[in-house]
């Protein structure tokens, strides 16, 4: 009981200070803002007569492992409609608009006021949390409705607080889990020694994310007419770490010949023009292509959103950003078109990272000279960039299957 006042009183002490943070930050005043408008979406959107089931994501990295779970929910029990919340602003604000789900919110905070009124406008049948999310009064309170709760595509390590002897009030939140869908043998174990036996070896549903992609049509015009048959380099999610090194890089090719593209995290026009004054090489905006004869540049800059994953198929090799600054981007998009994927130094949180790089698919780079090697390898070497792209494909093909395993145990308890 002290454990559970005190964490409340955190929460609402980390509420007030969010709330004046909000009027410096941009970001964090989309975090406090945008919870303004969840209770009257839901009020609006939410149909009384229909049930519901609820799925709870960070940010954008976990609604990709939700995904596939949302999606075939929605094709074995129609009759349902699908809430989903996110914890933060940028995945919020890049998915609210998806159909995935009937309504898309923000979580409101971890107060026990937000999970009751939460749970009775929601009424769920049925609770998923991705990954690492842990809110122990939502899922104290879904308890108490006999709600099954599952958490899928988790990852635990020994640094959390779980297993820590000062763990015991974040260790009763987990018990309140009807099952565990871990994805490695590491997590299972760690769970283990803390008295957990509802647990199985999943794998990541990202996997059965990035699998679909190859069934989609991927073709994109433009990209047709940019690459013009030539090698071509796609950069990912790059933040300005990862862009000077491109930047030099590509200034420094001698062959011209290359293409080179680059689908930068941040789009505003002042970031975009910052990329395009470092290069000494004819540039192009994907949002000023129209009219132009895109075989003549060198560089395009995808300044949009919702392209990257079509990009990714007409590469020969990819970057991916996040690995010099604030965190590793999606490796696996570029990794299932069977193609060579450098990152930054900085992977090691991120499992399909380091199981790739172990293996010899995904290239860590720490400096300018480590990515002009590469780069002047891959390009020069078609037979190392099949070798090494076949790695990731393999690798992706051999971890599918995570969406069937969870979905079959949810037709097994007869839920719906």
């Given amino acids: ?43 609006e959107k939410l149909s009384g007569s229909k049930k519901t089931i609820w799925m709870h994501v960070a940010s954008l990295g ?40 009937d309504v898309v919110v923000y ?25 690492y999310e842990i809110w122990p009064n939502y899922l104290s309170e879904l308890k108490k409705r006999n709600v099954p709760t599952f958490l899928v595509s988790a990852l635990f390590s020994k640094r959390q607080i779980y297993f820590k002897v000062f763990g015991g009030f974040m260790r009763k939140s987990l018990r309140t889990f009807a099952h565990f869908f871990v994805q490695d043998i590491n997590s299972r174990e760690l769970l283990e ?5 509802n647990v199985t070896i999943s794998g990541d549903t990202r996997f059965d994310r990035v699998s679909k992609i190859l069934k989609q049509d991927n073709r994109l015009d433009f990209m047709e007419r940019f690459k013009d048959g030539r090698l071509c380099l796609v950069a ?22 290359t293409k080179f593209v680059f689908a930068p995290h941040e ?26 004869n895109l075989t003549d540049f060198n560089v395009l800059i995808v300044d949009t959103i919702g392209l990257l994953t079509k990009v990714y198929s007409y590469a020969d090799v990819t970057y991916v950003g996040g690995g010099f600054a604030t965190g590793l981007h999606n490796t696996l998009e570029p ?17 399909e990272a380091k199981d790739l790089v172990e293996k010899g698919g995904v290239l860590p780079i720490s400096d300018q000279i480590g990515f002009d090697t590469l780069m002047d390898t891959f390009l020069t070497n078609p037979s190392l960039r099949e070798k090494t792209g076949k790695i990731n494909a393999e690798y992706i ?11 079959n145990h949810l037709s097994l308890m007869k839920f719906g």
């Fill in 236 to 257: 990912g999610s790059t933040w300005p770490e990862d862009e000077e090194i491109l930047i030099r890089h590509i200034n420094r090719s001698a062959d011209g010949e």
């Fill in 62 to 101: 976990e609604y990709e492992q939700g995904l596939p779970i949302l999606e075939g929910l929605r094709h074995n029990y129609p009759e349902h409609q699908i809430v989903l919340t996110f914890f933060s602003p940028s995945g919020y604000e890049v998915k609210k608009n998806t159909t995935a789900a």
């Fill in 1 to 43: 009981m002290p454990l559970r006042f005190f964490y409340n009183i955190l929460i609402s002490l980390a509420w007030f200070g969010l709330k004046v943070i909000a009027l410096f930050r941009p970001k964090i005043h989309l975090f406090v803002s945008g919870r303004k408008n969840t209770f009257p979406l839901l009020e």
């Fill in 397 to 407: 093909n051999a971890n599918v299957g995570a969406t069937d395993l969870i979905l």
């Fill in 193 to 197: 020694s803390i008295g957990f036996s």
């Fill in 267 to 292: 789009i505003k026009p002042a970031h975009v023009q910052k990329i395009e004054e470092g290069l000494q090489r004819k540039a192009v905006r994907f949002s000023q292509m129209d009219g132009k």
């Fill in 107 to 131: 979580l409101p905070m971890d107060t026990l006021s937000n999970a009751k009124r939460f749970l009775e406008r929601t009424d769920p049948e049925l609770a998923i949390f991705v990954k």
């Fill in 335 to 351: 990794a299932v078109y069977g193609v060579p994927v450098i990152i930054g130094p900085d992977y090691q949180k991120f499992k």
